[in-house]
């Protein structure tokens, strides 16, 4: 398999966001505001059950408790995150990206919305290892519709800085997917592996904490939570090393049953 094999989910995907985000750029003018705020509203809304559905993956790491380690990674991450002024640097490097390319007054807003929408979330891990280890692009084209379809609202609502995102898109989805053509079959099944259902749900979390964002309930610094990703894995493996028998899955299925107090 060549390395653009590997890509061409990641390179769909950002073809969708630069179609999408233009054709909201066009409308930018046209589309009155209190309709890209709807719009808005109803992509903060898919967002936030994309979110939910996704951090339910904690729930499927039943030894050690995928709850608890992703708490605790979440609120170690976005500590170490905040201290480090993580979301302080993205936006300055959007306000970079603003003087090269002469983005609108949200430019900003608009890149860290799109990047960490389009970047955080289990689409983009499963979807980079699979089209990274077997060559199928089939959740990246998903996820690359969905991308498409947001980019237009969210272009439409904060301007060009939405094209700033699909820079993030090629470097880390496409990062991803290399990697993982690089250790192809070390996994043998990605979307079962207690880290990658770990870092799903953290994600997811994350992903919620965006819709809260979108929607303008409450602002959640997204950003500075990003350590939590790698965090939650290395603490799995800490806590598995120490307890070799804690380690264990559950089917998918189990985790809504036991949220809906199923028997």
């Known amino acids: 398999m060549t390395p653009l094999d590997a ?12 179609v999408g985000a233009l054709l909201g750029l066009t409308l930018r003018g046209r589309l009155p505001e209190r309709i890209a705020g709807v719009v808005m509203q109803a992509v903060g809304l898919v967002t936030l059950l994309i979110g939910v559905m ?14 608890v380690i992703g708490l605790v990674a979440l609120a170690v991450g976005a500590a170490f995150g905040e201290a480090l002024r993580l979301e302080e640097r993205l936006e300055r490097l959007g306000l ?3 003087r090269r390319f002469r983005g609108g007054g949200r430019f900003t807003e608009g890149f860290v919305a799109a990047s960490l929408l389009f970047c955080v979330g289990p689409m983009t891990i499963v979807g980079s290892l699979q089209n990274g280890l077997v060559g ?11 991308d498409g379809i947001s980019a237009v609202a969210l272009a439409a609502s904060f301007g060009a800085g939405v094209l700033g995102s699909v820079l993030v898109i090629l470097v880390y989805q496409g990062g991803i997917a290399l990697g993982a053509g690089a ?5 043998p099944d990605p979307a079962l592996d207690p880290r990658v259902l770990l870092v799903n749900g953290v994600g997811g979390l994350m992903i919620v904490g965006l819709g809260l964002t979108l929607l303008e309930v409450r602002r959640v610094s997204v950003a500075a939570m990003l350590p939590a990703l790698p965090l939650v894995v290395v603490l799995y493996e800490v806590v598995t090393r120490v307890l070799p028998s804690a ?3 559950v089917p998918a299925a ?4 036991g949220v809906l107090g199923s028997p």
Request: no cysteine; charged share 10%; aromatic share 2%.
């Open 183 to 187: 250790v192809a079959g070390a996994l």
């Open 247 to 249: 380690a264990a899955v």
């Open 54 to 67: 996704n951090a339910l993956d904690l729930t499927r790491v039943a030894s050690p408790p995928g709850l």
């Open 7 to 18: 890509l061409s989910g990641t390179l769909w995907n950002a073809l969708t966001v630069v």
């Open 136 to 146: 199928d692009p089939s959740v990246l084209l998903l996820k690359a519709t969905l």
């Open 96 to 98: 970079a990206l603003q």
């Open 254 to 257: 189990a985790p809504l049953a």
